[in-house]
């Protein structure tokens, strides 16, 4: 089921001692809810790319961090922090996932726009355009200042940067594209959206490999796939239909080449659940195990557990590690306060790396579910900044998270 392993990267030792935020890299937007969503490294520690709900797509080159300005110096001062350098142009709606392949070379988007593209993220640039990304620094300085900000001129002068175009665009979906997923070795890629439509996509060829459909209500919120991307790991979900039909959700394997289903992992957890009722009293069998939506997965590198955050607006957004083959829990990690949104494993399987709506970053080991290190603190309820996505660098010593505040934050592990 999991081919061939993917040669894996030592992770280094994570403690809160050795953890550090060395940037904090505004990504600000004028338009309500317009805030990052997706962020990923490309092909080394010191290139980032981060996309908004808006749509725009920028790059940023980190220099060396020999003498790194002080974080708060960086969130308060304008010009402190590291500006983008690229604006990738192409998309007309949000951001939604990045991926990178393993060569990092391109990097490829999916979009609220229903289409994914690719990028050569070391293209000549085709032309230039001006972006502002710290208004809210902008404002507090006038504020500092004394001076008011006029309407006409509150969005600029912004930062003359680069641009570049797509070199490919995959269309096929119906909807929002909420999931995608790139396999370990860049062969295979899995995107999936709102009508419940799932396509995999032979990345080479640039072609559909297949395509499948969940249920007709509900709605494809992640995606996982297998180091040789022959399995993936779909999680479907929907608050409610209307006011009285709140659909089943689903968490299943399929073989990638067909789109067979291979094994029902929420039937595994409730062997008497009906995914045809809809009804209040049926949601409560798997309410607590699902939340409102598992809407993050990732899989270990060997292949044999998948990791799934509870996310949505719920108490405690959980990682449940189960396993890929049985479908059973192995254990439940504690989680995020008012629920979680991202997970990544690390490169060794070692640990789990989870971000949430309570404003923190937390490391735990695979192995017994042990909080090793905690990034960010919390800021006091899910709206205060709530972190967004998260991504690890190749050489596994560098994080980096957006959050709902419009910040893309760096930390490295030392």
Same mark, same amino acid.
């Given at each position: 089921?999991?081919?061939?392993?993917?040669?894996?990267?030592?992770?280094?030792?994570?403690?809160?001692?050795?953890?550090?935020?060395?940037?904090?890299?505004?990504?600000?937007?004028?338009?309500?809810?317009?805030?990052?969503?997706?962020?990923?490294?490309?092909?080394?520690?010191?290139?980032?790319?981060?996309?908004?709900?808006?749509?725009?797509?920028?790059?940023?080159?980190?220099?060396?961090?020999?003498?790194?300005?002080?974080?708060?110096?960086?969130?308060?001062?304008?010009?402190?922090?590291?500006?983008?350098?690229?604006?990738?142009?192409?998309?007309?709606?949000?951001?939604?996932?990045?991926?990178?392949?393993?060569?990092?070379?391109?990097?490829?988007?999916?979009?609220?726009? *229903?289409?994914?593209?690719?990028?050569?993220?070391?293209?000549?640039?085709?032309?230039?355009?001006?972006?502002?990304?710290?208004?809210?620094?902008?404002?507090?300085?006038?504020?500092?200042?004394?001076?008011?900000?006029?309407?006409?001129?509150?969005?600029?002068?912004?930062?003359?940067?680069?641009?570049?175009?797509?070199?490919?665009?995959?269309?096929?979906?119906?909807?929002?594209?909420?999931?995608?997923?790139?396999?370990?070795?860049?062969?295979?890629?899995?995107?999936?959206?709102?009508?419940?439509?799932?396509?995999?996509?032979?990345?080479?060829?640039?072609?559909?490999?297949?395509?499948?459909?969940?249920?007709?209500?509900?709605?494809?919120?992640?995606?996982?796939?297998?180091?040789?991307?022959?399995?993936?790991?779909?999680?479907?979900?929907?608050? *409610?239909?209307?006011?009285?039909?709140?659909?089943?959700?689903?968490?299943?394997?399929?073989?990638?080449?067909?789109?067979?289903?291979?094994?029902?992992?929420?039937?595994?957890?409730?062997?008497?659940?009906?995914?045809?009722?809809?009804?209040?009293?049926?949601?409560?069998?798997?309410?607590?195990?699902?939340?409102?939506?598992?809407?993050?997965?990732?899989?270990?590198?060997?292949?044999?557990?998948?990791?799934?955050?509870?996310?949505?607006?719920?108490?405690?957004?959980?990682?449940?590690?189960?396993?890929?083959?049985?479908?059973?829990?192995?254990?439940?990690?504690?989680?995020?306060?008012?629920?979680?949104?991202?997970?990544?494993?690390?490169?060794?399987?070692?640990?789990?790396?989870?971000?949430?709506?309570?404003?923190?970053?937390?490391?735990?080991?695979?192995?017994?579910?042990?909080?090793?290190?905690?990034?960010?603190?919390?800021?006091?309820?899910?709206?205060?900044?709530?972190?967004?996505?998260?991504?690890?660098?190749?050489?596994?010593?560098?994080?980096?998270?957006?959050?709902?505040?419009?910040?893309?934050?760096?930390?490295?592990?030392?």
């Amino acid at each position: 089921m999991t081919g061939e392993p993917p040669v894996l990267r030592n992770m280094p030792d994570i403690n809160p001692q050795t953890s550090k935020q060395i940037w904090q890299l505004p990504f600000q937007n004028r338009n309500e809810g317009a805030w990052p969503m997706a962020v990923a490294f490309l092909g080394s520690d010191r290139r980032i790319a981060a996309g908004d709900r808006d749509g725009r797509l920028l790059i940023w080159e980190l220099p060396e961090p020999t003498d790194i300005p002080p974080i708060e110096q960086q969130t308060k001062s304008v010009g402190v922090a590291p500006v983008p350098k690229l604006s990738l142009v192409g998309h007309t709606n949000g951001i939604s996932r990045l991926a990178i392949t393993p060569d990092g070379k391109t990097l490829i988007s999916a979009s609220f726009d *229903k289409t994914i593209r690719f990028w050569d993220v070391a293209a000549s640039p085709s032309g230039f355009t001006e972006v502002v990304v710290d208004h809210e620094l902008r404002d507090a300085e006038a504020r500092r200042a004394g001076k008011k900000v006029s309407p006409d001129d509150k969005d600029g002068p912004g930062i003359k940067i680069e641009t570049i175009g797509s070199t490919h665009t995959l269309e096929g979906h119906r909807d929002w594209i909420d999931a995608m997923s790139l396999s370990t070795d860049g062969r295979r890629l899995l995107t999936g959206d709102q009508s419940s439509l799932v396509i995999a996509w032979d990345v080479a060829a640039r072609k559909e490999l297949s395509r499948w459909n969940g249920s007709l209500w509900n709605w494809i919120v992640a995606t996982a796939l297998t180091g040789d991307g022959e399995t993936a790991v779909v999680s479907e979900y929907r608050y *409610k239909r209307d006011d009285f039909d709140i659909p089943c959700p689903a968490l299943k394997r399929f073989n990638v080449a067909d789109g067979a289903e291979q094994l029902d992992l929420l039937k595994v957890q409730f062997p008497k659940l009906d995914p045809k009722q809809n009804t209040y009293g049926s949601a409560q069998m798997w309410r607590k195990f699902i939340a409102n939506g598992l809407v993050a997965l990732d899989i270990s590198p060997d292949g044999k557990l998948v990791a799934a955050v509870q996310g949505g607006e719920t108490d405690n957004g959980q990682v449940h590690l189960l396993e890929m083959e049985t479908g059973k829990l192995v254990r439940t990690i504690s989680g995020h306060q008012s629920g979680a949104t991202d997970v990544k494993f690390t490169a060794d399987g070692k640990f789990v790396i989870s971000a949430g709506r309570d404003t923190v970053i937390r490391i735990c080991q695979v192995e017994d579910g042990k909080e090793v290190a905690q990034l960010g603190k919390p800021r006091g309820g899910q709206f205060k900044d709530w972190t967004s996505s998260i991504a690890l660098s190749p050489d596994q010593r560098t994080l980096a998270a957006t959050d709902i505040g419009g910040w893309v934050h760096v930390w490295t592990f030392g």
